[in-house]
């Protein structure tokens, strides 16, 4: 499955962003869903995940109560919903998919998206 993510940007903190993973090329509703971000220097950390369902999601504890993860299994489409954005949520945000019923780990994930950039600055 090709994965595209967008949303993207720059926003002052407080704002709030809405990432896309779209999905092409095998039955998006096969795959539970998961976003992971990276920083300069850092490795790739875990933000949340959806399975193939909708029916269970987890999420980092740096993104409850402010990041929301869903799909739409119609659009092809997961979303990463991020409200009260801080400094530190600056990273490049990946879309991920996986057979895994719920992903836990980077390993579970078979494709993954380009990344889209999220800045949070005054």
């Known amino acids: 499955v090709q994965l595209q993510a967008s949303g993207g940007g720059l926003v002052q903190p407080g704002g709030s962003l809405r990432l896309s993973c779209t999905a092409s090329g095998r039955p998006f509703s096969s795959y539970s869903m998961g976003w992971y971000r990276q920083n300069i220097g850092k490795p790739r950390e875990f933000v949340a995940l959806?399975?193939?369902?909708?029916?269970?999601?987890r999420y980092a504890d740096s993104a409850k109560g402010r990041f929301t993860i869903s799909r739409d299994n119609s659009m092809d489409t997961a979303y990463l919903q991020m409200n009260d954005l801080k400094a530190e949520d600056t990273a490049v945000y990946y879309c991920g998919a996986s057979e895994v019923v719920i992903p836990t780990r980077q390993s579970h994930y078979e494709f993954w998206g380009q990344g889209t950039l999220v800045t949070v600055s005054s």
């Open positions: 959806i399975s193939w369902s909708g029916g269970t999601t």
